[in-house]
């Protein structure tokens, strides 16, 4: 029979709390209580396998994986089911169905078949996916590269933006932005994610949009030479001034802001 401590966080895991206050401080307090009772074994295969939550959840995004789930969230799907669904062979997705099920990205139900846990709404969600690609793309390497970045370095931070685990790893000399320049696929990944990450914050210009912002407008002789008001010299998509502009501010943007 599990104790009473086992049967309470069992229980708390089938029923969550909803207070989003609640739920960090919970998050967190599992956390260190997973890692307080964590065997040497337990730490090997953690540090082991670390990599491998990410770049089997892009597999599972390339899939339609955890759409699929999500968008019928109240079924559950045999191995055979999921495999016609996402056009692939039987016998590899019931091999990553049982790992995405013991990192809880789906539910296995206690008749073998597959459905949508909070993970799999939470890798449903674009911004979320735009960031597993841009981290297994292009991430992932440069940090398998900081090891032998740091040695080679003597353990000092880094003297330039082009001295760094990114560099070493794509063996470039090139700044990353530079780079992704002349590769636009992890550029594309890159500047999704950047547009996304910041979901369900507060916004940058929340209380910094009042009338008396009105004020600021450019005069004809200021537009004639040329005079900038603003700009945006971010990572993104241009998403931060989007949103300003959607707060009933007249914007213009330069349509090839990698040439500014």
Not at 117 to 124: C, K, Q, V
Not at 150 to 164: D, K
Request: charged share 20%.
């Amino acid at each position: 029979m599990p104790s009473v401590l086992v049967s309470s966080l069992n229980e708390l895991s089938r029923c969550p709390l909803t207070d989003e206050k609640e739920k960090k401080e919970l998050y967190d307090a599992a956390l260190r209580l997973a890692w307080s009772v964590e065997s040497q074994q337990d730490t090997a295969q953690r540090l082991y396998h670390g990599h491998l939550p990410l770049a089997t959840a892009q597999t599972g995004i390339d899939l339609r994986l955890f759409d699929i789930l999500c968008e019928s969230a109240n079924d559950a799907f045999t191995v055979d089911q999921l495999a016609a669904k996402t056009n692939s062979e039987p016998a590899l997705l019931a091999r990553l169905l049982g790992f995405y099920a013991a990192h809880q990205m789906i539910l296995q139900t206690p008749q073998g078949t597959f459905t949508a846990s909070n993970i799999s709404r939470n890798l449903a969600q674009p911004g979320t996916a735009a960031g597993i690609k841009h981290y297994s793309l292009t991430m992932t390497r440069a940090y398998q590269a900081i090891p032998e970045f740091l040695a080679n370095n003597r353990y000092e931070n880094p003297p330039s933006s082009t001295v760094t685990p990114f560099n070493l790893a794509y063996k470039t000399d090139m700044p990353v932005f530079e780079w992704r320049k002349h590769n636009p696929k992890n550029a594309a990944a890159g500047q999704a994610f950047m547009a996304a990450q910041r979901m369900g914050q507060r916004s940058v210009w929340d209380g910094q949009t009042s009338s008396s912002l009105q004020d600021f407008e450019l005069s004809a002789e200021d537009v004639e030479l040329g005079r900038v008001m603003m700009c945006d010299v971010g990572a993104g998509l241009g998403h931060q001034s989007i949103e300003l502009r959607n707060r009933k501010f007249c914007i213009e943007q330069d349509p090839s802001p990698w040439e500014i």
